[in-house]
């Protein structure tokens, strides 16, 4: 019996332009940026909506907060935790011409005992009971190279994330597409975390959507979360304000609620 074949993993490229570097997976569709000058800067709008979690962490819990990012892009997330944030971060990607191009072109370090980079199938890391409750910040970015759709999005994985979840954590998903492919990801999330234990930012222009899902807590009333978002944007320049104005739960308006 023939051994059925692995598949094939586009090739990473890079293009400049403007004094920003960007990432390609064998399609002109962008798969991550970085500003040269500022490599430690979160350059795309959507990647910082994907630190939306920190809202969610009280600031007291964000010195232990254990990271986990599901595919690398340009590492900007994994940089941010792992240098600015000073966080311990995991990152898991199964493509090593995207880590090889990260560590050539992206200023990705090499792991130390706050940093730790694995080339694997993030569905199996997930789903390894080693893991279980391993995590407090779980940010899962994982497109295809035509950047159609998640890689990886059925039930089972979002359930595999809760689990790898402690009580008290938030992972973030980038949700690109039609809003058919939206309503069908956010129920699967909802499946597995619970509708009531969901939120989301408004699309950016570039249609990415940002979803927040946490367990083991509600979610904190309008007021709290803009004091965190005050404090996020004070500390961190993150635009952690806006954030606040964006973000809704999916049974409607924040104010004056808390998740039922």
Same mark, same amino acid.
């Given at each position: 019996?023939?051994?059925p074949k692995k598949p094939t993993l586009p090739e990473a490229t890079i293009s400049e332009e403007r004094g920003v570097r960007y990432?390609?997976?064998?399609?002109?569709?962008?798969?991550?940026?970085?500003?040269?000058?500022?490599?430690? $800067?979160?350059?795309?709008?959507?990647?910082?909506?994907?630190?939306?979690?920190?809202?969610?962490?009280?600031?007291?819990?964000?010195?232990?907060?254990?990271?986990?990012?599901?595919?690398?892009? #340009?590492?900007?997330?994994?940089?941010? =935790?792992?240098?600015?944030?000073?966080?311990?971060?995991?990152?898991?990607?199964?493509?090593?011409? !995207?880590?090889?191009?990260?560590?050539?072109?992206?200023?990705?370090?090499?792991?130390?005992?706050?940093?730790?980079?694995?080339?694997?199938?993030?569905?199996?890391?997930?789903?390894?009971?080693?893991?279980?409750?391993a995590f407090d910040a779980l940010c899962v970015d994982l497109y295809d190279h035509e950047a159609a759709s998640p890689v990886l999005?059925?039930?089972?994985?979002?359930? @595999? =994330?809760?689990? !790898?979840?402690?009580? *008290?954590?938030?992972?973030? !998903?980038?949700l690109f597409g039609r809003e058919a492919s939206f309503d069908r990801s956010a129920a699967r999330i909802a499946a597995a975390f *619970?509708?009531?234990?969901?939120?989301?930012?408004?699309?950016?222009?570039? *249609?990415?959507?940002?979803?927040?899902?946490? $367990?083991?807590?509600?979610?904190?009333?309008?007021?709290?979360?803009?004091?965190?978002?005050? #404090?996020?944007?004070?500390?961190?320049?993150?635009?952690?304000?806006?954030? !606040?104005?964006?973000?809704?739960?999916?049974? *409607?308006?924040?104010?004056?609620?808390? @998740?039922?």
């Amino acid at each position: 019996m023939k051994r059925p074949k692995k598949p094939t993993l586009p090739e990473a490229t890079i293009s400049e332009e403007r004094g920003v570097r960007y990432l390609h997976l064998d399609t002109p569709w962008i798969q991550g940026a970085m500003r040269i000058c500022k490599p430690l $800067k979160l350059e795309l709008e959507y990647i910082q909506r994907m630190m939306a979690w920190l809202l969610l962490r009280p600031e007291s819990e964000l010195p232990a907060t254990r990271c986990l990012q599901l595919g690398l892009g #340009t590492g900007a997330i994994t940089k941010y =935790c792992h240098a600015v944030l000073r966080l311990p971060t995991t990152v898991v990607e199964i493509n090593p011409g !995207v880590i090889a191009a990260c560590r050539a072109w992206f200023h990705l370090p090499a792991g130390d005992d706050r940093l730790t980079v694995l080339q694997q199938d993030a569905a199996r890391f997930v789903a390894d009971p080693a893991h279980i409750a391993a995590f407090d910040a779980l940010c899962v970015d994982l497109y295809d190279h035509e950047a159609a759709s998640p890689v990886l999005d059925d039930e089972d994985f979002y359930r @595999a =994330c809760w689990q !790898v979840l402690d009580d *008290g954590g938030v992972m973030s !998903v980038n949700l690109f597409g039609r809003e058919a492919s939206f309503d069908r990801s956010a129920a699967r999330i909802a499946a597995a975390f *619970g509708a009531d234990r969901m939120a989301m930012l408004k699309p950016t222009t570039e *249609g990415n959507t940002i979803v927040l899902a946490w $367990k083991g807590f509600d979610l904190p009333l309008r007021d709290e979360l803009a004091s965190r978002g005050e #404090t996020l944007q004070t500390r961190w320049e993150l635009p952690a304000r806006k954030w !606040v104005k964006l973000l809704s739960s999916f049974k *409607g308006s924040l104010k004056g609620q808390t @998740a039922s």
